[in-house]
């Protein structure tokens, strides 16, 4: 009888496991807080309405109508700030606009200004009364007594306003004027058709698209209805209202609606969005939004975040650390959003429409999407993608490929399918022969490969957006030769070193492809250019040094200032800019001296926050011996598993983890850094949990790097379609804050005795067991 009661209770505490566990994942937007780093933060990072990879990203704006000067200052939502000035419907890299904004009282048709607020349109508001979440996002306007709600579908943007009784009760579509990263507005429109639906677009000059594909434009389009008919209406232009009209054309265009509203009286806006047209702009919202009301959208988008996030379910009694851990997971999902329609219409690079295949069920085959530039996304994104989202890592690729196929070679960076390098180099190619490696084929191969071909040794005719300027350079002198003036932009001249070393590890990357595909004359001369960084070591001061085209080290050389041979970063940090032959730059500095240097290196910068300190700058960091803010040794605190010294790998980055990773408004990813569209989030998503591949799935069999996780038990469900579907389990045993360091690693009960696992033993599933304790150990 003892025996039956002790099981019987066994069971109930393993029925009583399973049922929290899966509570916890049904509800793991929880711990998502988009608030996180919102100080100083890029125009797509805060968009708590949108659905994952989503086109409508409906979200507030304190000062995005200020505009954008360089293309990349932080803009939109600022945590700091204490009034709103609308809500924009549209959030991607050099994408920006069409706003919606409720009001009572007295008609204003402008914004006004932060010191301000009574001057506009944009009201007061406290952050007691903001709710921001994965998928939903309410605040009450207080200058108005307004609560907006926004949520989202994929292509649909949904706003509800509940106002106060009222005989002037307002909602203002401001189309026609700057926005976040859009550029100047070249012409807008805006019309109240007869039926009370609003319909529009807005047609801009990013900063970026100019630079890279000078005079391109892009247009975003929208068609709006709503619950309630209005008793008045009319258009206006900043502060000229003409009543009754039901048009306007031009910058400035903007249309307003009037209502007589009861206490607590709610409308709702239903805007598809489209990239394409307005008539597609109908369309998305017919397929995606007919019958879907707004508490009935809400349940869905948070539905599919829970199901998106709970691909990944982590298990720690520190609530801090899922906080960082889901809302960086988070913004690897909210970034890089569809362009493409329900029917499979697209933007494409020439200004016209392009098509995507349908399948048998007469739906598009994939999607279409923009991106900012991947540079470094080999070391956050990309892993991440390929174990545990990789329908979606297929579509990118073949996004990417619609742009090879229509303009002839591949965009770093795409908007609306336009050219926006945003660093002026080039690295899809890496991404592409990455999926190759990890086992996702199902796109094009020989056109891949074709385009990625030719985006490493190809130059005659290579126009601006699509990078590598340089690269005649790189194959004429094996690398690329140092100038200290030049023609053009800074890629066509001053970036020597950086280039030449991205420039290595992406024929590295290709090269391996080339071999797979048994392509050995491609593959001897890509691997052969793989050896270019070489080429740039300095054996003396033994960092990269610039070389001028006699192959002489330039003179008046500080290895501590950037923008001189180096892109955003400075020699100390690109010394360690060979991801794909680690051992062989670890010989040539020496063991000893490469982990004494490297250690040095995370001493120095634990006291700046791994960053820039506590600065709020996205540049802050660039003259530091190490910046985390930034990609171009987002690696490195990994290196130290190929230099025999696993366990510094094990502290450092525990300690970015815990110092440079915040969960507050400005103390969030470091202080006023850049996330790029969820770099940031997915390098401590992967590192969190303790897996790292610095080549960035390059090597033909490639692997993941093991540290040391913050979790107690990591549950990775990999994709049913592209692997055996069985879920990846990590365990640690006695693991605490004051035990950082691996003790021991088995592999489904066997030891593993270097800090390594295939890539192919994660996605088959199985269960890697890591022993924790206080004490260093570097051999297993």
Not at 150 to 177: C, M, Q, W
Request: aromatic content about 14%; some cysteine; glycine content about 10%.
């Amino acid at each position: 009888m003892k025996f039956k009661i002790m099981l019987f209770c066994t069971a109930i505490f393993i029925s009583s496991i399973q049922i929290l566990r899966a509570q916890e994942k049904q509800s793991l937007i929880q711990y998502v807080d988009p608030n996180i780093g919102t100080a100083h933060c890029r125009w797509f990072h805060y968009t708590p309405g949108a659905s994952p990879f989503g086109m409508a990203k409906p979200a507030p704006s304190t000062n995005g109508s200020y505009g954008n000067m360089h293309g990349w200052d932080a803009t939109g939502y600022d945590f700091r700030h204490t009034s709103i000035e609308g809500f924009p419907n549209f959030h991607e890299f050099q994408v920006g606009g069409v706003v919606f904004a409720p009001i009572t009282g007295p008609l204003q048709t402008t914004p006004g200004k932060l010191e301000n607020p009574d001057n506009g349109y944009r009201s007061r508001f406290d952050k007691k009364d903001e709710v921001a979440t994965a998928g939903y996002y309410s605040v009450l306007l207080k200058d108005y007594n307004i609560k907006a709600e926004l949520t989202s579908t994929k292509r649909v943007a949904y706003h509800r306003y509940t106002f106060p009784a009222s005989n002037e009760s307002h909602i203002l579509f401001d189309i026609g004027n700057v926005q976040g990263e859009s550029g100047p507005v070249k012409d807008a429109k805006v019309t109240i058709l007869p039926d009370g639906r609003i319909e529009g677009y807005v047609i801009t000059l990013p900063v970026y698209v100019q630079k890279y594909q000078a005079g391109a434009e892009v247009t975003i389009y929208f068609s709006a209805v709503l619950d309630k008919k209005p008793t008045a209406y009319g258009v206006f232009r900043g502060n000229e209202i003409t009543k009754g009209k039901t048009e306007i054309s031009g910058k400035g265009a903007g249309a307003y609606l009037s209502f007589s509203t009861k206490q607590n009286e709610a409308i709702t806006i239903k805007a598809g969005l489209s990239y394409t047209s307005i008539e597609n702009a109908r369309l998305n919202l017919k397929e995606e939004a007919a019958g879907l009301t707004f508490d009935k959208a809400k349940q869905k988008a948070q539905a599919e975040w829970n199901e998106y996030l709970g691909r990944i379910v982590v298990e720690t009694p520190v609530r801090e650390n899922k906080v960082k851990f889901y809302t960086g997971l988070y913004h690897a999902l909210l970034g890089r959003g569809l362009a493409s329609d329900v029917n499979g219409a697209y933007p494409k690079n020439d200004g016209g429409v392009g098509q995507i295949p349908l399948g048998k069920n007469n739906k598009p085959l994939y999607n279409h999407y923009n991106t900012d530039a991947v540079w470094g996304a080999y070391w956050n994104l990309t892993q991440l993608w390929s174990v545990v989202y990789p329908e979606y890592y297929s579509d990118f690729i073949k996004s990417q490929l619609l742009v090879y196929k229509d303009a002839g070679w591949l965009g770093d960076g795409i908007a609306n399918s336009k050219y926006v390098s945003g660093v002026g180099t080039n690295m899809v190619s890496i991404i592409m022969a990455s999926a190759y490696n990890v086992g996702i084929r199902d796109f094009d191969v020989n056109l891949a490969y074709e385009a990625s071909l030719k985006n490493e040794i190809g130059w005659q005719n290579r126009p601006n957006g699509a990078g590598k300027l340089d690269v005649d350079r790189f194959l004429k002198y094996g690398y690329v030769n140092h100038l200290d003036k030049g023609k053009g932009g800074g890629e066509l001249w001053q970036f020597s070193a950086s280039h030449t070393l991205e420039y290595a590890f992406s024929t590295y990357a290709v090269a391996q492809w080339a071999k797979a595909l048994g392509k050995e004359n491609d593959y001897n001369q890509l691997n052969g250019l793989s050896n270019a960084w070489q080429q740039i070591f300095d054996p003396q001061l033994k960092l990269m040094h610039p070389k001028d085209a006699e192959g002489k080290f330039i003179s008046n050389f500080d290895p501590s200032k950037p923008w001189r041979g180096f892109q955003e970063g400075n020699a100390y940090q690109y010394t360690y800019f060979v991801p794909h032959d680690p051992v062989t730059l670890i010989a040539k500095v020496g063991k000893d001296e490469f982990n004494k240097r490297l250690d040095s290196t995370f001493i120095i910068s634990d006291k700046q926050y791994f960053g820039g300190g506590d600065n709020i700058d996205a540049f802050a960091g660039i003259e530091s011996v190490y910046n985390h803010g930034n990609q171009p040794n987002l690696h490195i605190s990994w290196m130290f598993n190929f230099s025999d010294k696993p366990s510094l790998t094990q502290k450092w980055v525990r300690a970015i983890c815990d110092k440079f990773y915040g969960t507050e408004g400005i103390h969030g990813y470091g202080f006023g850094q850049d996330e790029d569209q969820g770099q940031l989030g997915s390098w401590y998503v992967m590192s969190s949990i303790g897996l790292f591949d610095i080549k960035g799935l390059t090597e033909p069999q490639p692997s993941f790097g093991i540290g040391s996780p913050l979790f107690d038990r990591i549950t990775i469900q990999p994709s049913k379609k592209y692997y055996s579907g069985k879920k990846f389990v990590i365990e640690t045993k006695n693991n605490n804050k004051d035990n950082i360091y691996v003790q021991s690693f088995s592999l489904d009960g066997k030891d593993l005795h270097t800090p390594f696992i295939k890539y192919a033993d994660v996605v088959k599933g199985g269960k890697l067991v890591l022993t924790m304790g206080a004490e260093a150990k570097n051999s297993y």
